[in-house]
Structures are given as structure tokens and as C-alpha cells.
């Protein structure tokens, strides 16, 4: 459990950006094991009130560190990818109990479902197809932003997820199966992008059916941008809705990689993406399996790690399939 920040500390860290403040309504938003997630008021010496965000945790090998965080975000910014205003980051546990990120609040909505009610009242399919388009044009500008100077991690990922299933008690056949054709099928190496890591559903915040800022840059790190456009893909990021919708359950993913084409005016191969899906789903299945051994280990006994380690079996389905090349 992160401990609550002290207020007279955070107002001394935003006076650098906006000068002599005081901090109130400070609240939790969310809790992980990882970081924990703050809103909270700063009064500016004007009168003034800008609420403000606060994300902090300790530091872990998974994530980058809040100071790359930062410059992975005004990176994309600069690039036109609409994303929150970053006001002060810090690695060192020094003045917070742990590493930090304050950012202006973005208002909107992040909850899928609450979105998809929203979108059904403002148009249906015209209002997915509008979103889709925009979270299409937001990968676009991320992955044309200007890496450089920006220390981020450049690891393999089908390496990454041989480690992460080898330091777990088993595998499946499924997945064995999937490391074998995507080792045989590799795609030849592209120039480093910017790569969010976790663009998905779930961490976008929608303003009226637009798409008002990509959030959650924990996992951001350079590699192939089709790593983005094919995790927005994955089943689970569609929440249930069709698979004619399977471009993060708005649209179908031919309309998605069209208006990323636009955007971009470059060219998806579909081999590279398929590889790339097929590598997306084994990772969120090697995920399921890790939370599920969480629980099943006593290591953190949940409900919520327990359920989504039943879904182990639906990521299995799915690399079967597309084994035999169907999308899920």
C-alpha cells in the first residue's frame, strides 16, 4: 500500500513549475502493485485552481522510470499525439516516499463500457468509426516522435516473453507452439519508434466521442510501432464486442490500419502485423498464466488475479487460430 503523500511536500515540488501553491482535496484514484494513481487541487497564489494528477510508486525493471515517462510524453506531444501536460517527474524517493509524475487532469471518461454507452448516444458506428480514426491518428504521431534523448529500453519482446514464461512453474502447448512460429517467422528489423507499450482500451480518455489523451506510459520503449497497432487488436481490448469490431471494439482492423496508413502515409504489411498479433496475444496469455500464479502461489491472494488467470484458456484458443491463420 502506497502511503499517502504529504501536501505541504507536493506543493513544494509544483512550486518550480507554477510557483507558491497550496494543495487540497487530495484523494486516491487507484491502487496497484506497482503505483498508485492521486487527484488532487493546487491554489495557485492568483486564485487559481488546476487539478492536477500524481502518479507514484516504487521503482520496478518491468516499467520505465517516471523521468523517462515524462520525456517519452512530451515526445509524443511535441509529435501531436494528444497526451496530459507533465508539470515536474523525479526518480529519486527523496521528496514523495517514491519516484513521481504530476500532470495536469484531462476530463473525460476512461471506463470502456461508460464509452461505449457514450459513443452508442452519440451515433453508434459513425461515433466508433470517428474514435477509431483518432486513436489511429494518435498512434501516428507516437510513433513519429523524435526518440532521441530519450534513454529507453530497446528489448526484444519475443525475448522478453521467452524470460517472463521460463521464470514461471509451467508453459502450455499453445504457447510453446506460438514461440516456434513466431521464432521461424521473425520480420527483418525496422528503425526504433516510440512505442507506448500498452495502447489500448482502458487507457484512453474520451471527451465527447474524441480521443482526449493516451494515458498509462509505464511500459512506453523503442521498438516496432506494429507492436501498438497490434496490441489494440488483441480480443481482450474489445471488451466483448464483435469481432467485425475487433480494432479495440470499435471497428473493424482493416479501417483501423487504413486511417493509421493515412496518417502515417506509410504501409502496414499484413505479415508484420500478423506477427505481431500473434506475439500480442502470447504476451497477454503469458500475463494471464503470471497472475494466476500470483493467486494459486499465495503470493497475493485475489479474486480479480484469479479470474483473469481463467482466461488463460481463451488466449490459448486464440493463438490456435491464429496458428492456422483466422484473427480471433
Known amino acids: ?183 521461424a517467422d521473425r520480420p527483418a528489423p525496422v528503425p526504433a519508434q516510440l512505442v507506448h507499450g500498452d495502447f489500448r482500451m482502458g487507457n484512453l480518455m474520451v471527451s465527447g466521442g474524441e480521443l482526449a489523451a493516451v494515458l498509462d506510459w509505464e511500459l512506453v520503449h523503442l521498438g516496432d510501432g506494429c507492436e501498438d497497432l497490434a496490441w489494440f487488436c488483441l480480443r481482450a481490448w474489445r471488451f466483448g464486442a464483435p469481432v467485425e469490431r475487433a480494432a479495440g471494439g470499435l471497428g473493424s482492423i482493416e479501417s483501423f490500419l487504413a486511417g493509421y496508413e493515412q496518417a502515417t502515409g506509410g504501409h502496414v504489411d499484413s505479415d508484420r502485423f500478423d506477427w505481431w498479433l500473434l506475439l500480442s496475444t502470447l504476451r497477454w496469455g503469458i500475463i494471464c498464466r503470471y497472475q494466476a500464479h500470483r493467486h494459486l502461489s499465495g503470493q497475493t491472494r485475489s479474486v480479480e488475479l484469479a479470474t483473469i488467470g481463467r482466461r488463460v484458456s481463451e488466449t490459448e484458443w486464440d493463438l490456435l487460430r491464429l496458428l492456422d491463420g483466422v484473427r480471433p
Open 1 to 183: 500500500m502506497t502511503a499517502t503523500p504529504s501536501t505541504d511536500r507536493l506543493a513544494e515540488v509544483l512550486a518550480p513549475a507554477l510557483g507558491p501553491v497550496t494543495v487540497e482535496g487530495l484523494r486516491a484514484l487507484t491502487g496497484g502493485a506497482s503505483r498508485a494513481t492521486w487527484a488532487f487541487d493546487a491554489i495557485c497564489e492568483n486564485g487559481r485552481t488546476r487539478p492536477l494528477i500524481l502518479r507514484t510508486g516504487p521503482v520496478a525493471e518491468l516499467y520505465a522510470t517516471m523521468e523517462l515517462e515524462a520525456q517519452a510524453q512530451r515526445a509524443a506531444g511535441a509529435a501531436g499525439a494528444p497526451v496530459p501536460n507533465v508539470l515536474a517527474a523525479d526518480n529519486s524517493p527523496a521528496a514523495l516516499g517514491n519516484p513521481y509524475l504530476i500532470c495536469d487532469l484531462v476530463d473525460g471518461e476512461a471506463v470502456v463500457r461508460r464509452i461505449e454507452r457514450q459513443l452508442e448516444a452519440e451515433g453508434g458506428q459513425a461515433g466508433r468509426d470517428h474514435l477509431l480514426s483518432r486513436c489511429a491518428q494518435a498512434l501516428a504521431a507516437i510513433h513519429r516522435a523524435d526518440p532521441g534523448g530519450v534513454a529507453l529500453s530497446a528489448e526484444d519482446q519475443l525475448d522478453s516473453c521467452r524470460r517472463q514464461l521460463d521464470e514461471l512453474p509451467d508453459t502450455t502447448a499453445p504457447f510453446e507452439w506460438a514461440f516456434r512460429r513466431l521464432a
